[in-house]
């Protein structure tokens, strides 16, 4: 009896009122997509910004100790490297939305720049995450290792790492940011008609 209700009162209601209701519906589950994106984020920044707090005391110690001039300038470098992706990291951290805005409209412009924002940071990562670390990583070796097998073997190693790092970051991109961005923009469409 209830249903049958419902279904009458839906029937009835004016066309505004449903796009209306059907607009909140997509808001929502827009939200819960991006709420997931945003803890997964939060989690990376973590994880990379913990990460980068314990190597840089433990690289300047290692710098220190080191007799290599070659050594000391790749862990230097590797140091002033992690500083900047914990700056970058909390960089874009700052321009993240908090919560819904006044309008749709501007809640969905604000989380499309917060998202756009971080697909660009994952897209230059070969400039600024994936170059440095090799660089520095292979003064490293080439600072420490004698052997050129070793040596050679050792550069492969972190040159695959950054190609696996590149094709990872190519692969959140495509099967993450650009549906996200994809499904902000036919929403902010539908606004706008």
Do not use: C
């Amino acid at each position: 009896m209830l249903e049958e209700q419902l279904k009458k009162i839906w029937q009835s209601s004016p066309d505004h009122e449903r796009l209306k209701f059907e607009q909140s519906r997509l808001m929502i589950d827009i939200q819960l997509g991006l709420d997931s994106l945003y803890k997964s984020i939060k989690w990376r920044d973590l994880s990379e910004i913990g990460v980068a707090l314990v190597l840089i005391p433990l690289l300047v110690w290692e710098a220190y100790k080191n007799p290599f001039v070659l050594s000391k300038i790749g862990m230097g470098l590797a140091t002033l490297w992690l500083v900047y992706v914990i700056v970058k990291l909390l960089g874009l951290k700052r321009l993240r939305p908090m919560n819904f805005a006044s309008t749709y409209h501007t809640f969905l412009n604000n989380n499309r720049d917060y998202v756009k924002a971080q697909k660009r940071m994952r897209d230059t990562a070969i400039y600024w995450y994936i170059i440095p670390s090799i660089g520095s990583g292979i003064l490293f070796f080439i600072g420490m290792e004698k052997n050129s097998q070793k040596l050679f073997m050792a550069i492969l190693v972190a040159i695959g790492i950054g190609v696996v790092i590149y094709f990872y970051n190519r692969w959140i991109i495509k099967k993450v940011y650009v549906p996200k961005l994809n499904r902000i923009n036919e929403l902010l469409k539908s606004l706008e008609e």
